[in-house]
């Protein structure tokens, strides 16, 4: 089965664009998405299908894909954004997702 | 509104058999277009997908689980089931039931809160 690398720590200052990686082979062939979580709870979808935000996502949260590599960029980041984030795609063996990123808003 | 319930016992003993389910209400697990998974993480740890059940009852398995997963469906009490078997301590983690987004099956819309199960003897 494939990978997928993402940084174990990401910071951003309160208010200033913060960028979290995804990198691996399946998404030559399958769009990443990216899931936000936060401490005991539940994690949450916030990109679908490469760049498409769900019901409810603030419009801070975007995704973007070259070759093999998924971002997630939030743009004005906030306080509530402190979180840990996975992506995740498609693979030969059915799902896999990222180690996770800790964002951490400073 | 869309709700999922995980439930089953917290505590297997090693080499048994891990058993949960997964209530959902707001929404027909058999008459959708969705399909509905099993994730989990361990403490501290990612998170890993386990399977799926699709609305027409079909099953798709991660490969390296396959021999050990089975994910069922109950119509009657729209819920959905997950067995693990030959468990281990490393099978300890909180279990998640999950709803696929329409346009993206791995895209994982809705989520249950999670239930820790612990293998130890």
């Known amino acids: 089965s494939s990978e997928l690398t993402q940084d174990p720590a990401v910071s951003v200052a309160l208010g200033q664009t913060g960028r979290i990686t995804c990198q691996g082979d399946?998404?030559?062939?399958?769009?990443a998405s990216w899931f936000q979580q936060k401490p005991g709870q539940a994690p949450k979808l916030v990109i679908y299908d490469k760049d498409n935000r769900p019901s409810g996502i603030p419009d801070r949260f975007s995704g973007s894909s070259s070759g093999s590599t998924a971002s997630l960029t939030i743009t004005g980041a906030q306080a509530e954004d402190e979180a840990d984030y996975y992506c995740?795609?498609?693979?030969?063996?059915?799902?896999?997702f990222g180690g996770g990123t800790k964002l951490t808003v400073l | 509104q869309l709700h999922l319930q995980e439930s089953g016992s917290g505590l297997v003993k090693p080499s048994q058999t891990l058993s949960l389910t997964c209530g959902v209400s707001?929404?027909?697990?058999?008459?959708?277009?969705?399909?509905w998974s099993w994730i989990r993480q361990p403490p501290g740890k990612g998170l890993e997908w386990l399977g799926y059940?699709?609305?027409?009852?079909?099953?798709y398995y991660k490969t390296s689980l396959k021999s050990r997963v089975t994910i069922s469906g109950d119509r009657s009490k729209n819920e959905f089931s997950l067995k693990l078997t030959s468990v281990t301590a490393a099978d300890t983690a909180v279990y998640f039931c999950?709803?696929?987004?329409?346009?993206?099956?791995?895209?994982?819309?809705?989520w249950g809160r999670g239930t820790l199960v612990t293998v130890s003897a």
């Open positions: 707001g929404e027909s697990i058999s008459r959708g277009v969705h399909t």
């Open positions: 999950a709803r696929g987004h329409i346009s993206s099956w791995y895209s994982f819309e809705y």
């Open positions: 995740n795609s498609r693979d030969s063996s059915g799902v896999v």
């Open positions: 059940i699709h609305h027409s009852g079909g099953t």
């Open positions: 399946s998404l030559r062939s399958y769009s």
